[in-house]
């Protein structure tokens, strides 16, 4: 059977934290303060400054008594060192890691836990796109190598989220893949609700079986009125959300992507996602490349409605990855968000078609060579179904 489907909840408070100085110590905070029980769920963990900080909070609330346990994926945690790793245990948390890498497993090992979530006495959550690594914040600093948001999460809908965990912590007892559901209907994504204040709910992916995540973000793409503004750093949409995008724009919608520029984790990717760029300019879709530095969060704002959390919405995240996000519709979020996307198109190169045809000849060639690369094991792994 497919999995469940979280409905829309009302009376949630959001609040939008931009970069690592402005998330990590609210969380920290929370942490701190925490009472009965901490559940983390992360993708990306590298020990170094950040995390040494978080070690020293997650084992302090362990020692006072609360319940802590942490879910790493088994490849983004693999500059976990040994050492903080048993600290965690020795402080008497529960540490457990989502599919660790295993040569025998072949294509298996390509599913991975992309997930970002804390989750604090089940009465707070923080849901975004980051890692805990030096790039998102060094202690001390008022500036951030990777640029990335969360979202503080307050109300009914925590609980939501604490199911979500819930289910994958039980599933993942021999810390293998978990693919928990069969093949079956699509889900029907629940409409939003006419009024109430504080919407919110919970989209999530688990691979191949189950995305509402994606089908909520191609229904509001197609319903959009006003505008579509998507920032995401690795920018492999799907064919249908790159034909609600074109649509979107054809019909006078208001679409800008927001992606990232030279400084990027995987050059490869970028340019394998740029031969999508001409099609959309001449739709009358806007691009703009960041230039500050790396730009890893991943957001949606379409009219009011947004989305935010761990998806890029492309195809390798859409088929291997278990993502989470929060879609809401609540004003001062939405101010929120508009605030941050302006500010970040401010400092973004726009990409003309003009632009776009006289650019040099080598970074043609690594447009072609990594958009053919892209596409061939794409193609090799829909065979091997």
Same mark, same amino acid.
Request: glycine residues 6%.
């Given at each position: 059977?497919?999995?469940? +489907? ?10 939008? @934290? ?12 929370? +942490? ?8 983390? =769920? ?20 362990? =020692? &006072? ?12 945690? *693999? !500059? ?5 790793? =048993?600290? @965690?245990?020795? !402080?008497? /948390? ?8 295993? +040569? ?30 030096? !790039?998102?914040?060094?202690?001390? =600093? ?28 039980? !599933?993942?007892?021999? #810390? ?24 919110? &709910? ?10 509402? /995540? ?23 949409? *799907?064919?249908?959300?790159? &034909?609600? @995008? ?60 947004? *989305?935010?959390? *761990? ?13 989470? #996000? ?16 302006? #500010? ?6 726009? +990409? ?27 193609? @090799? ?5």
């Amino acid at each position: 059977m497919p999995g469940r +489907i979280y409905p829309w909840r009302t009376d949630n408070g959001f609040e939008l @934290l931009v970069d690592g100085p402005q998330f990590f110590p609210r969380m920290f905070e929370c +942490i701190t303060r925490a009472q009965r029980q901490v559940e983390l =769920e992360l993708y990306l963990v590298e020990s170094g400054a950040c995390v040494d900080l978080l070690v020293q909070v997650l084992c302090a609330a362990a =020692e &006072r008594g609360v319940q802590v346990r942490c879910l790493f994926d088994g490849f983004g945690s *693999s !500059a976990f060192s040994v050492v903080d790793r =048993e600290r @965690l245990v020795q !402080a008497g /948390i529960d540490l457990r890691f989502y599919n660790p890498i295993k +040569i025998w497993r072949w294509q298996r090992n390509l599913y991975r836990d992309h997930r970002k979530l804390l989750l604090v006495d089940g009465a707070v959550a923080f849901v975004g796109g980051t890692g805990v690594t030096d !790039a998102f914040w060094t202690p001390g =600093e008022d500036h951030s190598a990777w640029h990335e948001v969360m979202v503080e999460i307050t109300g009914p809908l925590v609980q939501d989220w604490q199911h979500l965990f819930e289910q994958q912590w039980l !599933a993942n007892p021999q #810390n293998r893949a978990w693919l928990p559901f069969k093949p079956g209907p699509r889900p029907r994504i629940p409409m939003l609700p006419v009024g109430g204040a504080g919407l919110g &709910r919970v989209a999530y992916a688990n691979a191949m079986q189950h995305r509402d /995540i994606v089908q909520s973000l191609v229904r509001a793409l197609n319903s959009a009125q006003r505008r579509i503004w998507l920032a995401t750093p690795y920018f492999l949409p *799907s064919w249908k959300v790159r &034909r609600s @995008l074109r649509k979107a724009a054809q019909r006078g919608v208001d679409v800008q992507l927001l992606l990232t520029g030279r400084q990027t984790d995987n050059p490869p990717v970028r340019f394998a996602g740029q031969r999508y760029y001409p099609r959309l300019l001449r739709a009358g879709v806007k691009i703009f490349e960041y230039q500050p530095c790396f730009l890893h969060l991943k957001m949606v704002l379409v009219d009011d409605w947004t *989305s935010i959390g *761990s998806c890029n919405f492309d195809h390798w995240n859409l088929r291997f990855n278990l993502e989470a #996000n929060l879609e809401a519709v609540e004003p001062p979020l939405t101010a929120a968000v508009v605030q941050s996307f302006s #500010n970040d198109f401010g400092q973004s190169k726009e +990409i003309t078609l003009e632009l776009w045809k006289s650019r040099p000849l080598w970074k043609r060639v690594q447009q072609r060579l990594w958009g053919w690369m892209d596409r061939l094991v794409v193609n @090799l792994l829909d065979r091997r179904k």
